[in-house]
């Protein structure tokens, strides 16, 4: 870098008239100082960016699987929602069962009670018949 430097301020003062020497020197040191530091910068600067090229690639890695046990547990849910839709028919079926059995219960009980009626208009009937027959004879 030193010799860089002397190169540049002999270029100068060869192409320039230089006022001041002393001024021509710190400026052209200051010129070589920041080269290092921008190379140094862009160093850093690409360090940096590989740095995040590779956070980058493992963010997409780890959004890729999320996105697999997503699936996955959607999968779980539809296979669990098959299984209380089944068991929710099989309920429903059961239910028609009882409903059935009630109905032939109800129909039972009808039919009964028609019976007895029937049976207690018959002795109602005898009843009267009788009381006539006795209160006629």
Do not use: C, W
């Amino acid at each position: 870098m030193q010799v860089m430097a002397e190169v540049l301020e002999n270029e100068f003062r060869n192409a320039f008239e230089v006022k001041d020497p002393d001024s021509l020197h710190r400026g052209i040191s200051i010129l070589v100082e920041s080269i290092p530091q921008k190379e140094q910068n862009k160093t850093e600067h690409d360090h940096f960016r590989e740095s995040m090229l590779k956070m980058d690639s493992k963010m997409e890695a780890t959004i890729i699987k999320m996105d697999e046990g997503f699936k996955r547990m959607d999968e779980r849910f539809k296979a669990s929602d098959q299984r209380f839709d089944d068991v929710n028919k099989r309920f429903d079926d059961v239910n028609k069962r009882f409903d059935d059995v009630n109905k032939r219960f109800d129909d039972m009980s009808r039919r009964s009670d028609m019976q007895i009626r029937f049976i207690t208009v018959g002795f109602i009937m005898l009843t009267v018949l009788m009381s006539v027959y006795q209160f006629l004879a």
